[in-house]
């Protein structure tokens, strides 16, 4: 019943690739990522910090969404196995570059949900802007580092799947 109604996530994706429509929107929005968090830091930058606060927030829920549904495809169209079958590139290759990701985005998502707890707490308490905001930013600079590397790192994964 599930897979009956998901069948639209595994119909010809839009990249001209041949990757399903799901693995294609997911990777459209983890390539835009590091760009949306970016304008959001030129928030904070400009002084506007309910804005950066704000965006942040929804930025982070959206991408809980997207990993969720992510995840959901995988899990339905049949995981690694099922995707690496039609790929050029060695089952060794792409499960080392995919073990590689995971751990980056692994790591990273940890990173985010620990700011975004401690900013939210920093904001409302107003220590931030202020006495705590050096300690967010070096956590947010590590949290950006790790966003861009899953950003490139998914598309990577996605190339070797899809495209080579």
């Not at 600079?141 to 950003?151: D, E, P, Y």
Request: proline residues 2%; charged residues 10%; positive net charge.
């Amino acid at each position: 019943m599930i897979k009956e109604n998901m069948n639209y996530m595994f119909e010809a994706g839009f990249l001209g690739t041949r990757a399903p429509f799901f693995m294609d929107v997911v990777t459209l929005i983890v390539a835009c990522l590091p760009l949306l968090v970016y304008v959001a830091v030129l928030f904070a930058k400009s002084k506007k910090y309910k804005l950066h606060t704000l965006l942040q927030n929804v930025i982070f829920v959206f991408s809980v969404v997207v990993i969720t549904y992510f995840e959901l495809g995988v899990r339905v169209g049949g995981g690694f196995k099922a995707f690496i079958v039609d790929s050029g590139v060695s089952h060794t290759y792409a499960s080392v570059v995919l073990g590689v990701h995971i751990l980056i985005a692994t790591i990273t998502f940890f990173y985010w949900i620990l700011i975004m707890i401690r900013a939210n707490y920093e904001f409302v308490k107003k220590l931030i802007p202020g006495r705590a905001s050096n300690a967010h930013k070096i956590l947010a600079i590590k949290t950006f580092t790790g966003i861009v590397f899953t950003s490139f790192s998914g598309i990577w994964v996605y190339l070797l799947l899809f495209v080579y």
